[in-house]
């Protein structure tokens, strides 16, 4: 998995690894701001 952040973080992502959906969910809220829209594309 540390292989796999790797190469996303040398292409331009901002890669994070979490076990739980706790710990994503966790994290998103750190990135989302008051007002914001999120999308997902699928």
């Known amino acids: 998995m540390q292989k796999l952040i790797e190469t996303l973080k040398s292409c331009g992502y901002d890669a994070h690894f979490v076990q ?3 710990e ?16 997902l594309g699928g």
């Open 24 to 39: 994503a969910f966790e994290l998103s809220k750190t990135f989302i701001k008051e007002g914001m829209s999120v999308g």
């Open 20 to 22: 739980t959906k706790k």
